[in-house]
């Protein structure tokens, strides 16, 4: 069974830095496409950031140029270093691991806001 806990979530002013990550668990980690999601207040789920086992990425076109996802298959976890961040980037952000099926992360708030 997969698990996902994610980390790093929290209150930054607009412009600033947070780094999210994500610890799994389970054997199937290096195999699987990992992605980074997010829920808006009021809105439906939408990609942010997904990386493949290979090391291929793609960003929604909200994010591109201000964060970057990166994996560390010896350790199982996925990041998202978000810089430059605005205001309309609040959002509980999850993790996801795809192979067959979806698993996802409970969740953390981040909140933009000065």
């Known amino acids: 069974q997969v698990q996902l806990a994610e980390s790093g979530g929290g209150l930054v002013q607009p412009g600033g830095s947070l780094r999210l990550s994500c610890a799994a668990s389970?054997?199937?980690?290096?195999?699987?496409?990992m992605g980074w999601y997010r829920q808006p207040p009021g809105k439906q789920r939408e990609l942010v950031a997904r990386?493949?086992?290979?090391?291929?990425?793609n960003y929604a076109d909200s994010v591109k140029g201000r964060f970057t996802i990166s994996r560390d298959n010896d350790k199982n976890m996925v990041h998202l270093q978000m810089d430059s961040l605005k205001p309309e980037d609040t959002a509980v952000y999850y993790c996801?691991?795809?192979?067959?099926?979806?698993?996802w992360g409970q969740g953390t708030q981040v909140t933009v806001s000065s």
């Open positions: 389970g054997r199937i980690f290096s195999i699987s496409t």
């Open positions: 990386i493949t086992s290979g090391g291929s990425t």
């Open positions: 996801n691991l795809f192979l067959i099926r979806d698993f």
